[in-house]
């Protein structure tokens, strides 16, 4: 089974950029789904994005389109979530997560392997 590993967060002003990176050990990370989510203080957990094994597919949630971007590196067992124009809603615990599933899913419940998460907090 695959084990994500999160890093990359930090303090950043808004309208400021932060790259987060996700790497994964153990399993063989081609065959999973990759995700992103976030759980902001009080808050429910919530979808961010999410990228197929090959990487040629992607989703993202409404409050991050255009803004957020999803990639991979399978050579490094690695996915990245770039994040641009950041505002205080975006203050957050960023996780990422592996679904052994075959579709881009957007539901916690479709992940079944989980980083501890890092947090990311904007400044106005």
């Known amino acids: 089974q695959v084990q994500p590993v999160e890093s990359g967060g930090g303090l950043v002003q808004a309208g400021g950029s932060l790259r987060l990176s996700c790497t994964a050990s153990?399993?063989?990370?081609?065959?999973?789904?990759m995700g992103w989510f976030r759980q902001a203080p009080g808050k429910a957990r919530e979808f961010v994005a999410a990228?197929?094994?090959?990487?040629?597919?992607?989703t993202y949630a409404d409050s991050v389109k255009g803004r957020f971007t999803i990639s991979r590196d399978n050579a490094k067992n690695t996915v990245y979530l770039q994040m641009n124009t950041l505002t205080p809603e975006d203050t957050a615990v960023y996780y990422c997560?592996?679904?052994?599933?075959?579709?881009?899913?957007?539901?916690?419940?479709?992940?079944?392997?989980w980083g501890q998460g890092t947090q990311v907090t904007v400044s106005s």
């Open positions: 990228i197929t094994w090959s990487g040629v597919s992607t």
């Open positions: 153990g399993g063989t990370f081609t065959t999973y789904i």
């Open positions: 997560a592996a679904s052994a599933g075959y579709r881009l899913v957007k539901t916690e419940n479709e992940y079944s392997y």
